[in-house]
């Protein structure tokens, strides 16, 4: 049995991942803001991955609570995220994902371009998101990620 899948935070994108790792035959664990992230540590504390699907004002905050025992296994799925906007917190490997597609409430999710995944979990990221017909791009380097942010 593959390991379970924590996510924090389960937006529209969030929501979208979920689906492509249940399809992939993982188990999904959601963590939601009334959820203690220690909680779920301790009920998950051998996960696959955790992403944090929380919006940018969340982030740092969120990843505060990060235990030390999650954090090389680290999935951020934000637009807007930069090397210094993790490594502040002692992060130094994450997988990173700059989606490029869009998802609104009560529609389904709609591919614009490959989606750009760099980290230990690109490749299995990248297998979920096309298993349900979400183009990606596994990129060579996090010096290619700066290139995919709006924020350069």
Known sequence: MKAPIVIIGIGEIAGVLAK???????????VTRAMSVADAAKETPDPSMV?????????????????????????????ELLPHD?????????TV????????RGTDYKPLLPT?????KAELVAKSLTGIDIPCTVLDSEQDLLFQSPRQ
């Open 20 to 30: 492509a790792f249940l399809r992939n035959g993982y188990a999904v664990y959601p």
């Open 97 to 104: 994902l700059s989606v490029w597609f869009e998802k609104k």
């Open 116 to 120: 750009p995944i760099y980290g230990p």
């Open 86 to 94: 993790w490594k502040v917190h002692g992060i130094e490997s994450p």
């Open 51 to 79: 992403v944090v699907g929380v919006g940018e004002k969340a982030f740092s905050s969120v990843l505060e609570t990060i235990p030390i025992e999650w954090r090389a296994r680290l999935v951020f799925i934000q637009n």
